[in-house]
């Protein structure tokens, strides 16, 4: 190097580029010398992991499912402590997120106390007997007092730099709960007809064969008969014969279908 000059300051901004001032002999600025580094790739990645995040900011607050992130607790393997949970927690439970973070058990309070037992078992066993899939139908208990169903599914993720952790998403089920809830008292409501009604009842298939009888078919006797315009009908066997348990004529009410044109 010139003996006359002296290097006096070396910066090295986060941009990559750099420069160095050289003073000549009396301490005046002389010249810069200077660098420039491609980081044009680096802006790349930078920009493609911004659009990632944009995509996956929009799918967790349009989704109707609420996403979530739940850790294994090392104090207790047979918990799960909340570690993120999407926004839209809020409107499924009406607990605010941030307290649902500050309060990583709180999960487990809004279980319905009827299915505490089944989701807590299924909890610590998920963590502890090397389980990778989790998912679990279960009641919750809103913020208001009201009761929903949730659909809970979760992954386990293994890290290898750092501690297993579960992800997955809570989806609301309650409609679909409740559409079913109808369904069955509906056929309870059809059974304790069927069972209580005075004449019996015959479902038959399309070929003619008995598929189901209710209780009071057992006093009446059937032969079966040829089929009339597609429908099959039963008729009783005369009152005279010895194996008719019960005498006189027996009325019957029966289902058939028609068959296919």
Known sequence: TDPDREVCAIALPPSGSGTLSYLDGDGNLDYFLGFLTDVSSRHDAEERLREAELTFRTMVEQNP?????????????TKSLTRYIGPRAEQLTGIPVEQMIADPELWRTMIHPDDRE?????DASSNTDGSDRFALEYRMIRKDGSTIWVLD????????????????????????????QRVQDAHEHLRVM???????????????D????????????W???TSVCGCTGLKSRSTNDSSVSKPGLCRATFSS????Q
């Not at 499912?65 to 393997?77: E, G, L, R, T």
């Not at 069927?194 to 003619?208: F, I, K, P, T, Y």
């Not at 009888?213 to 006797?221: M, V």
């Open 210 to 221: 008995v598929i189901e009888l209710s209780g009071k078919s057992e006093t009446c006797a």
């Open 118 to 122: 089944m989701v807590f078992e299924a």
């Open 194 to 208: 069927v069972d209580s009604a005075l004449d019996a009842v015959v479902s038959m298939d399309q070929q003619g």
């Open 223 to 225: 032969n079966q008969t």
């Open 257 to 260: 279908r028609r068959a296919s």
């Open 153 to 180: 599914e979760a992954t386990l993720i293994r890290s290898e730099n750092g501690a297993p952790y579960w992800q997955g998403f809570r989806l609301d089920i309650t409609g679909r709960k409740e559409a079913e």
């Open 65 to 77: 499912a609420v996403f979530y992130i739940n850790a294994i607790d090392p104090d207790d393997p």
